[in-house]
């Protein structure tokens, strides 16, 4: 595995000439697990597809190893960069197998021949995401878990450096979030991709990440190790919300435990 650099710098970014990010400066590690957590509407999506080249900066730049990937070809950045989308729509009736294939497209020219690599990169994407059953069922007719779990596994089969996820457990019960982001630390750590993935579970953020970015007002907040960046005054200035931390006894990570006016001892919640 390759290391690389992305870097973005005084970023700028937004919709319709209203500014989203507001000249933010992060630099990805690489070959790590980065998690970005942040309020509604902060602009962690935003984010991701800037990085990702969906959208141009008005500010700022992205760069890719010291290149700027808005002047790279999109097949080029797809070789080494790919995207979850926050809310990816499937061509109508496409099968799984055939999204899934769709993520080898970076790797093939006009003329090149469908090869026993693509095949074993799609399979091993169906394999690790336990959607081999489902590979003959058009997208469409999936329940929301199932179809989370084909779109992971189309961002697998592109085979890239760099993985950029947003929200990729929301519609996944508990147990299938855990097998994701247990997915995805065996890939950085047998293939030492860099993983970069947007959370709204600040207990599993915490646990995953080896860095935490949070985000607000299109800025980092916070970065760094999650002990540092999961603290009560964290989740007071980013999301509004008194919270305490505490130990989290199976990993030993930060975990977050929320107040609100219901619901703690004492809070009149535990009426019986
Ligand atoms: N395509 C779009 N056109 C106009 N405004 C958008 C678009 N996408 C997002 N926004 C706005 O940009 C802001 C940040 O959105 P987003 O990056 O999706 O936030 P997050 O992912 O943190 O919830 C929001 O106010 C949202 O309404
Ligand atoms: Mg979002």
């Not at 207990?203 to 800025?219: E, I, S, T, W």
Request: one cysteine or more; glycine letters at 8%; hydrophobic letters at 45%.
């Amino acid at each position: 595995m390759t290391d690389h650099s992305l870097v973005a710098t005084e970023l700028s970014a937004g919709y319709d000439g209203k500014a989203i990010l507001d000249g933010l400066d992060l630099a990805i590690p690489s070959g790590r697990i980065t998690a970005i957590v942040g309020a509604n509407a902060c602009g962690k999506s935003t984010f991701l597809r800037t990085l990702s080249r969906l959208l141009t900066p008005t500010k700022g730049h992205v760069l890719l190893d010291g290149t700027s990937i808005h002047r790279m070809p999109a097949r080029e950045l797809a070789r080494t960069l790919g995207l979850l989308p926050q809310a990816p729509i499937a061509p109508e009736g496409i099968t799984v197998a055939d999204l899934v294939s769709r993520g080898r497209h970076p790797h093939k020219s006009l003329f090149s021949r469908w090869t026993r690599k693509d095949d074993e990169a799609v399979d091993g994407a169906l394999a690790a995401t336990k959607t081999f059953d489902l590979a003959e069922r058009p997208v469409d007719e999936l329940s929301g878990g199932q179809r989370q779990r084909v779109w992971i596994a189309m961002a697998l089969a592109q085979e890239t450096d760099i993985l950029l996820l947003d929200e990729p457990t929301t519609f996944l019960d508990i147990n299938h979030q855990i097998e994701v982001l247990d997915l995805l630390t065996d890939l950085n750590r047998a293939r030492g991709t860099t993983v970069v993935m947007v959370l709204h579970d600040l207990n599993l953020a915490a646990r995953y990440a080896d860095d935490l970015v949070a985000m607000a007002g299109g800025k980092i907040h916070a970065f760094g190790a999650p002990d540092a960046v999961l603290t009560d005054e964290m989740v007071r200035e980013v999301f509004g919300l008194e919270s305490r931390i505490i130990e989290d006894p199976v990993s030993g990570r930060p975990m977050m435990l929320p107040i609100g006016r219901h619901g703690s001892a004492g809070a009149g919640a535990n009426r019986r």
